[in-house]
């Protein structure tokens, strides 16, 4: 299997297009978006999605890698893990674990650079020329997340990796974590420990090797969440955006000149309109869309019936 996937990948740094990375367990019905898009915007990028059998099916598509083929370091990071957070173990833990599964990818294939976007993202910018402009950097966030982050150095990422290992050690670095958590709790009803709280400790610690790219750089933004509206054109609760005849999508802002949205992230419930901003929307991409909605609820009648 590493045999013929290194054959698939061993091109990917002698290309000057930036390969685009996604990491997403079983199937949604949003999926087939963030895929597309990217293909569309970056046609000169290998876009890979590192997944299950569930998505096997967008092999088609992208360069779809299984999942399982890249977890030694995340079931060792599993074995520490202890959820301090509102939300659900599993949930909490893959949203660490997916930065183990990212950096074994990378490092087994030879992969310096990349950049990983969560599958709720909407990518609209060229990420190769703006991986030259974030070049000083190992690392991005936006805003306090590392779901659109351009990796310049597999070294940042294994140091970020190890950051995380450290910080699930042993009894002290939980009891650590513990006050952590309840000082968090004081001011907020939900949410805890994340891999955004440890992306923050990260920053502090070394400024110069993580760049948030959640605020107006050159007057291009990628994207916070579309619901982060603060200061920006909105209606119905999310950012209002427009297609320019360029192609390019454009954000006004109250204080900043005309922004240029590289992604929309719709994070959350705002998944919903995520269709209705494929701005590059065809017949193939609708038969796509459609064709997914139908495997997607014969593998839920699936699962559901061997549940059982």
């Known amino acids: 299997m590493l045999t013929q996937q290194w054959s698939a990948f061993q091109n990917l740094t002698s290309n000057n297009m930036l390969p685009i990375i996604f990491i997403h367990n079983q199937n949604s019905n949003y999926l087939p978006l963030s895929l597309w898009q990217a293909r569309k915007s970056n046609p000169g990028s290998e876009v890979i999605l590192i997944g299950d059998s569930y998505s096997a099916h967008f092999g088609f598509l992208v360069s779809h890698v299984n999942i399982k083929e890249y977890s030694k370091g995340a079931s060792e990071f599993a074995k520490r893990f202890v959820n301090f957070s509102t939300n659900p173990h599993n949930f909490e833990l893959i949203c660490i674990q997916r ?7 990378l490092i087994r294939n030879g992969i310096e650079s990349c950049i990983y976007l969560d599958s709720d993202i909407l ?14 950097f190992g690392m991005t966030i936006a805003g306090i997340s590392g779901h659109s982050n351009f990796i310049k150095k597999t070294t940042t990422l294994s140091e970020f990796c190890g950051f995380l290992m450290e910080s699930y050690k042993g009894p002290a670095e939980i009891e650590i974590l513990k006050t952590k958590y309840a000082r968090f709790r004081e001011n907020h009803e939900e949410g805890g420990i994340s891999d955004m709280t440890f992306f923050m400790e990260f920053k502090w610690l070394y400024p110069d090797k993580i760049l948030d790219i959640g605020v107006p750089l050159q007057n291009k933004l990628y994207d916070i969440s579309m619901n982060y509206i603060e200061y920006v054109h909105n209606g119905h609760g999310i950012k209002s955006v427009r297609k320019a005849k360029n192609g390019s999508v454009y954000l006004r802002h109250n204080t900043e000149p005309l922004i240029k ?21 065809s017949l193939a991409m609708n038969v796509l869309y459609y064709s997914n909605s139908s495997i997607l609820f014969i593998q839920k009648v699936w699962r559901k019936i061997f549940r059982k």
């Open 99 to 105: 930065w183990f599964i990212l950096k074994e990818f």
């Open 123 to 136: 990518l609209y910018g060229d990420v190769t020329e703006d991986a030259r402009r974030f070049s000083s």
């Open 261 to 281: 949205m590289q992604t929309l992230h719709f994070q959350g419930k705002t998944k919903v309109y995520m269709k209705k901003h494929m701005f590059s929307s």
